[in-house]
């Protein structure tokens, strides 16, 4: 089971830092990754990191301003996102699984999302 949180409301150009708290069999399969949805809009990828933290990979819309990290030894993968813009509002899910799968949106596991919005 995942469960993120850390969601709300911030003027664009401020920071936030989301967080997803996992069970450690989740936690263990290893790979994570963000995902948003953006309100009439698909869920789209966000960033992932791999089972050590050493391989991190992001979506050009978020390159440079969102930073993935986790801590394996509290079962937590992190979002800090930075210069927020108001295109970033959106529902933010976490999600676990193959490197593969969830790169290509198709993790095995999904958090519930949490909202964020970026006013401008």
């Known amino acids: 089971q995942l469960q993120a949180f850390g969601g709300g409301l911030v003027q664009a150009g401020g920071s936030l830092r989301l967080s997803c708290a996992a069970s450690?069999?989740?936690?263990?399969?290893?790979?994570m990754g963000w995902f948003r949805q953006a309100p009439g809009k698909e869920r789209v990828f966000v960033v992932a990191?791999?089972?050590?933290?050493?391989?991190?990979y992001y979506a050009d819309s978020v390159k440079g301003r969102f930073t993935i990290f986790r801590d394996n030894a509290k079962n937590t993968v992190y979002l800090q996102m930075s210069s927020l813009k108001p295109e970033d509002t959106a529902v933010y899910y976490c999600?676990?699984?193959?490197?593969?799968?969830?790169?290509?949106?198709?993790?095995?596991?999904w958090g519930q999302g949490t909202l964020v919005t970026v006013s401008s």
């Open positions: 990191i791999t089972q050590s933290g050493g391989t991190t």
């Open positions: 450690g069999r989740t936690f263990s399969s290893g790979n």
């Open positions: 999600a676990a699984g193959t490197w593969t799968t969830v790169i290509a949106g198709t993790p095995t596991y």
